[in-house]
């Protein structure tokens, strides 16, 4: 296995990411990936990105626009359909690289960005296979549910004060991600949860120097007009892989499991990891091995042999 550094334009910005490559001259197929909120390419992806290698495709992990190691202003600002825009890019790069077979293109996501390619699925045709853990559905009922009615009205008080702030000065605001939801004078975070922060500590520690915990207060309004669920209508014939952890309650597993219910493709299927929590998929090395492993499987089984008519007649010979 390789690794390149490469760069591409996205929305006017210089985007950078990791081009892993397997032994061989190719064009080899493709899974395309990025991080969730606050994520940097760092952080954990490429361990999934080893398994695909492992398995014979290129993996590219890029970072968003405004986050990491790519450019843009303000830094930590996190809007979901310029993340889109910037996977669309680079799929569009990737279609341009003579080691790379632009017709085998798959989309793996994680939290905030599984939301994602389900989404890029429903609207793209060049992804061919897409593969979604633990996502990010209905920002805005993700918020209230994890915030809880009284601490959901705090957050929507101070997402408008910014919105009015922002109007007078042009001035972003910022929001910890996490911070010490158990403390009795926890200020207003994003994802009220101590383990959000212990893990991510952790990481940027020994992994992601670049992680900032932070993000602007539009990043939180933005999430909370983001829903994917409608967007999965649309995948018709797009074979869709959902794994999802046992009583995930920081992006909610009943809402997971009825959005993938709702994906009408007969080719798709949904993985749970059991006694698995949203974090200890970071910090659980044998559950992110067994959730690659599922995602990994999936994209070989669905982007190494495109079916064709050809197929399908042999297929029912």
């Known amino acids: 296995m390789t690794m390149q550094e490469v760069s591409f334009s996205s929305g006017g910005e210089t985007i950078r990411g990791d081009l892993y490559l397997p032994e061989g001259e190719g064009p080899f197929p493709v899974v395309v990936m990025a991080g969730g909120w606050c994520y940097v390419k760092e952080l954990r992806q490429p361990q999934y990105a080893q398994e695909f290698v492992a398995r014979g495709f290129a993996a590219l992990i890029f970072d968003y626009r405004r986050l990491g190691a790519s450019d843009g202003e303000p830094r930590q600002h996190l809007d979901p359909w310029d993340q889109i825009e910037d996977y669309k890019n680079a799929i569009t790069y990737l279609e341009r690289r003579g080691d790379i077979d632009g017709d085998r293109i798959g989309a793996w996501g994680i939290s905030y960005s599984g939301g994602h390619v389900l989404i890029l699925g429903a609207v793209d045709q060049r992804v061919k296979a897409v593969a979604s853990t633990v996502p990010v559905i209905d920002g805005y009922h993700n918020m209230w549910r994890v915030h809880g009615s009284e601490r959901f009205r705090k957050l929507r008080e101070a997402v408008l004060d910014d919105r009015r702030k922002r109007f007078e000065t042009g001035e972003h605001s910022y929001i910890p991600m996490s911070g010490t939801p158990s403390s009795p004078h926890a200020e207003l975070t994003t994802w009220p949860f101590d383990e959000v922060r212990a893990v ?32 999965v209508h649309r995948l018709v014939n797009k074979p869709v892989m959902m794994v999802v952890a046992e009583g995930d309650d920081i992006t909610l597993w009943d809402r997971e499991t009825e959005t993938f219910d709702a994906i009408p493709s007969r080719d798709k299927e949904l993985v749970v990891l059991p006694n698995v929590t949203h974090m200890t998929l970071y910090s659980n090395l044998t559950a992110l091995d067994l959730a690659a492993k599922a995602a990994g499987s999936w994209f070989s089984k669905h982007l190494f042999e495109l079916p064709t008519v050809a197929s399908r007649i042999q297929e029912y010979s």
């Open 200 to 231: 991510f500590d952790e990481l940027k520690a020994t992994q992601a120097p670049r992680h900032e915990h932070r993000t602007t207060m539009e990043s939180v309004e933005l999430l909370m007009q983001y829903n994917a669920a409608p967007y």
